[in-house]
């Protein structure tokens, strides 16, 4: 099932955060050659359980974040 969310955190290693329409915060791992300041742009993923809980995967942009 796809969600839908915001980037609302972007680290330097290419982790961050999505708020998704739930306000719940989700992590994700960019890979490090994808990393462009996405802050606030509007993404779907999907949601899958990690090592260290639910995390983010399949992160793409919106049309709208373009």
């Not at 609302?8 to 791992?29: H, M």
């Not at 606030?40 to 709208?64: E, H, P, W, Y």
């Amino acid at each position: 099932m796809l969600r839908k969310g915001i980037v609302t955190l972007i680290k330097e290693d290419g982790s961050g955060i999505i708020t998704d329409e739930n306000d719940q915060e989700i992590p994700f791992k960019f890979e490090k050659d994808f990393l462009k300041d996405f802050t606030g742009a509007t993404v779907s993923f999907r949601i899958d359980l990690g090592n260290k809980g639910l995390v983010a995967v399949g992160v793409q942009l919106m049309s709208d974040s373009l």
